[in-house]
């Protein structure tokens, strides 16, 4: 169990970058239109009436060779990528509620069925992403790494140390390389924290590169992180892009598509769905989108389509 009293805890910002921020924060102030619905009625009263769907069964981990890479998704944007040498948390959420928002589908697997955990990111201090309680139960003073501004919710976990990158900056974390990369989103926990950080990962290794993208509407950065980074796995999120706040907060399903071939990656695992209602669309909308939106551009064969729980070699 980690020693929360540990001497051994600190928080390491890592100096900021001297490139201009390519990251877009959200403006707070609601769209012109968002009184015309109501999301109580609509949907978060409904769900509290709507039975949680999926089952949690003990998950069969591979062996992962050399070269390949491990990709469990557990739900939401929580994922679980294992390589040869390393297991990597990203934004893991096993909690039932999002304070008064209910989660609708069950995780992947109880969280007791977990490898050992080498190193835990978190793209941003959201809820639905940073979530204290999960934190708690999977930290076993391995490090953690943090946008800038966000350390200090989680330096007091269990974590041996907590790294805080700025956008564009690597840090290697034993066989691995974790870079932080921009978003067009808003890091804050609750309204007055706005100078928290906020984007998503790149992890490199010997193996295929995974690009988690944490939350964020479409923008005109994509391309210059396909540029940078040689991106062959890209978790992109297809969900909550009806909030009820009418805020352009969260990329569509097509957006998705376009963000995916301006990353040129390879394969595009979706994310962001069918766990929480966080937006007006119905849960079973932003996979049918998604998967027409593939085939008009012609991607088909390029979107896996994860199934919470199962683990996928690549």
């Not at 609601?30 to 109501?38: A, D, F, I, L, M």
């Not at 939350?215 to 297809?238: M, Q, S, V």
């Not at 907060?249 to 990656?265: C, Q, R």
Request: glycine letters at 8%; one cysteine or more.
């Amino acid at each position: 169990m980690p020693n929360p009293f540990s001497r051994k805890r600190k928080i390491v910002r890592h100096a900021q970058h001297a490139a201009a921020k390519k990251s877009k924060r959200v403006k707070l102030r609601p769209g012109s239109e968002w009184t015309k619905r109501n999301f109580l009625t609509s949907v978060w009263i409904p769900s509290l009436f709507t039975k949680r769907s999926g089952t949690r069964a003990r998950p069969l981990f591979p062996k992962v060779q050399p070269g390949q890479i491990c990709i469990t998704w557990i739900g939401h944007a929580s994922f679980l990528i294992q390589t040869h040498d390393a297991n990597v948390l990203i934004d893991p959420i096993w909690s039932m509620w999002l304070s008064v928002i209910k989660r609708l589908k069950e995780p992947g697997f109880h969280i007791h069925h977990l490898p050992s955990i080498d190193f835990v990111l978190v793209t941003h201090a959201h809820f639905d992403h940073l979530d204290r309680r999960t934190l708690r139960l999977v930290a076993a003073d391995q490090p953690i790494v943090v946008p800038v501004g966000v350390g200090r919710l989680v330096h007091r976990l269990g974590f041996n140390i907590v790294h805080e990158l700025d956008e564009w900056q690597t840090i290697e974390l034993g066989p691995l390389r974790v870079s932080l990369t921009p978003a067009h989103h808003w890091g804050a926990r609750f309204l007055a924290d706005t100078h928290r950080g906020f984007g998503g990962f790149v992890i490199g290794a010997n193996g295929p590169s995974v690009f988690h993208c944490g939350d964020t509407a479409y923008f005109e950065g994509f391309k210059e992180i396909g540029e940078r980074h040689d991106i062959e796995i890209a978790l992109l999120p297809i969900g909550a892009y009806d909030p009820p706040l009418a805020r352009e907060v969260h990329m569509n399903p097509e957006e998705a598509v376009l963000a995916f071939k301006e990353l040129n990656a390879k394969t595009l695992v979706p994310m962001h769905y069918g766990t929480f209602r966080l937006g007006y669309e119905p849960l079973e909308e932003p996979l049918e989108r998604l998967r027409e939106s593939a085939r008009v551009h012609g991607i088909e064969d390029k979107v896996l389509v994860m199934t919470e729980g199962r683990p996928v070699v690549l």
